[in-house]
């Protein structure tokens, strides 16, 4: 390592222990990792810390390297890369074929806390009611799988469920050692959907279900697109990303992000410098509500289309008319026997 390379290397790790406990180095030379080690532990020497050698390992992504098994566990995650054909090999930036694809997915010891967290909530609330137990379980649920629902999670999340669907049906047995599988079932597992084994419960009239871990959806990080800038004002773009904008109301910045940026009437991609209007999907001249639920983001020009054809008579659905809005500023245009005249 270069006396140059030396000195910006250490610059960057006392920006680094100043923040983090954990530490990882990529590289695809051994050497060159080595060499790194060795420079971290004379970083550390000089402030009368060292490596720990039970947390301290050197292995390979692909393959078994000295005894160390392939991958590492980093924050919860286990990164490993595994050998595969070319329909399913990743790229380089130059186009070329690697051979390998990398995989990341919850790390095995992570599962375990987890679900070990689960059980103690369980076997803590035998004595309390069901929707007792469902309110205690949800947070911790919700919580793991959103921290992990960006990677290869799917088949983690349908067997943790398993084990947990197990407990809960061992939670019901031991509240009722007398009764049979059959009458547990229908006393804490419900029908909904396609689902005949929801562990929920009713309340009045509010159903309290738990959430299932495979029901969580799988969201893959989308990279940002070409030189896009949060400041660039493409607000109709950052707002679909990310479901908010300094130049968006809230209320179209959420139905950008849930429609994923495309008009619910065309199907067309929204555009930076069209004009966007909400819509209630049951007109509320015909009983619809004021609420996300009957909302929709629309270009203009389908609002209008839209509006004629579901009978809405404008006057209780937020539309003054159902004649078709003018593009334009309204000082260059005005109607004559139905028609838009422009002026120039």
């Given at each position: 390592?270069?006396?140059?390379?030396?000195?910006?290397?250490?610059?960057?790790?006392?920006?680094?222990?100043?923040?983090?406990?954990?530490?990882?180095?990529?590289?695809?030379?051994?050497?060159?990792?080595?060499?790194?080690?060795?420079?971290?532990?004379?970083?550390?020497?000089?402030?009368?810390?060292?490596?720990?050698?039970?947390?301290?390992?050197?292995?390979?992504?692909?393959?078994?390297?000295?005894?160390?098994?392939?991958?590492?566990?980093?924050?919860?995650?286990?990164?490993?890369?595994?050998?595969?054909?070319?329909?399913?090999?990743?790229?380089?930036?130059?186009?070329?074929?690697?051979?390998?694809?990398?995989?990341?997915?919850?790390?095995?010891?992570?599962?375990?806390?987890?679900?070990?967290?689960?059980?103690?909530?369980?076997?803590?609330?035998?004595?309390?009611s069901q929707s007792r137990l469902i309110?205690?379980?949800?947070?911790?649920?919700?919580?793991?799988?959103?921290?992990?629902?960006?990677?290869?999670?799917?088949?983690?999340?349908?067997?943790?469920?398993?084990?947990?669907?197990?407990?809960?049906?061992?939670?019901?047995?031991?509240?009722?050692?007398?009764?049979?599988?059959?009458?547990?079932?229908?006393?804490?597992?419900?029908?909904?959907?396609?689902?005949?084994?929801?562990?929920?419960?009713?309340?009045?009239?509010?159903?309290?279900?738990?959430?299932?871990?495979?029901?969580?959806?799988?969201?893959?990080?989308?990279?940002?697109?070409?030189?896009?800038?949060?400041?660039?004002?493409?607000?109709?773009?950052?707002?679909?990303?990310?479901?908010?904008?300094?130049?968006?109301?809230t209320k179209v910045g959420n139905l950008?992000?849930?429609?994923?940026?495309?008009?619910?009437?065309?199907?067309?991609?929204?555009?930076?410098?069209?004009?966007?209007?909400?819509?209630?999907?049951?007109?509320?001249?015909?009983?619809?509500?004021?609420?996300?639920?009957?909302?929709?983001?629309?270009?203009?020009?389908?609002?209008?289309?839209?509006?004629?054809?579901?009978?809405?008579?404008?006057?209780?659905?937020?539309?003054?008319?159902?004649?078709?809005?003018?593009?334009?500023?309204?000082?260059?245009?005005?109607?004559?026997?139905?028609?838009?005249?422009?002026?120039?």
């Open positions: 390592m270069s006396g140059d390379v030396h000195v910006r290397f250490c610059e960057r790790l006392e920006g680094w222990f100043l923040w983090a406990t954990l530490l990882v180095i990529l590289h695809e030379d051994l050497k060159v990792i080595n060499q790194c080690k060795k420079e971290v532990e004379e970083w550390l020497s000089d402030i009368g810390l060292e490596l720990k050698p039970s947390k301290t390992r050197i292995a390979h992504c692909l393959s078994d390297l000295d005894g160390e098994k392939a991958g590492f566990n980093f924050l919860g995650f286990n990164i490993r890369q595994f050998s595969v054909g070319k329909y399913s090999s990743g790229k380089s930036s130059n186009g070329k074929l690697l051979g390998y694809k990398t995989i990341i997915r919850p790390s095995i010891e992570s599962q375990k806390r987890h679900y070990k967290k689960l059980k103690e909530e369980i076997n803590k609330r035998r004595g309390l309110n205690s379980l949800n947070p911790i649920v919700r919580g793991w799988c959103n921290y992990f629902c960006t990677v290869n999670s799917k088949e983690v999340f349908g067997k943790i469920y398993s084990l947990v669907f197990l407990k809960l049906f061992k939670w019901g047995s031991h509240r009722h050692p007398n009764k049979g599988k059959k009458w547990i079932r229908h006393k804490y597992f419900k029908s909904i959907n396609n689902n005949n084994w929801l562990f929920a419960t009713l309340e009045g009239n509010n159903l309290i279900k738990l959430v299932r871990h495979d029901s969580i959806e799988i969201k893959r990080h989308v990279k940002v697109k070409g030189n896009s800038s949060p400041y660039d004002g493409d607000w109709v773009y950052w707002s679909s990303r990310m479901g908010k904008h300094p130049e968006v109301s950008l992000k849930t429609q994923k940026g495309k008009c619910a009437h065309c199907k067309n991609y929204f555009k930076d410098g069209d004009s966007l209007e909400v819509d209630h999907i049951i007109p509320k001249s015909k009983g619809g509500k004021d609420k996300y639920e009957n909302w929709q983001l629309l270009h203009r020009h389908c609002h209008d289309t839209k509006t004629v054809n579901d009978g809405s008579s404008g006057t209780k659905s937020n539309c003054n008319s159902v004649e078709p809005k003018p593009p334009v500023k309204p000082e260059s245009w005005f109607w004559q026997d139905d028609m838009l005249v422009m002026t120039h």
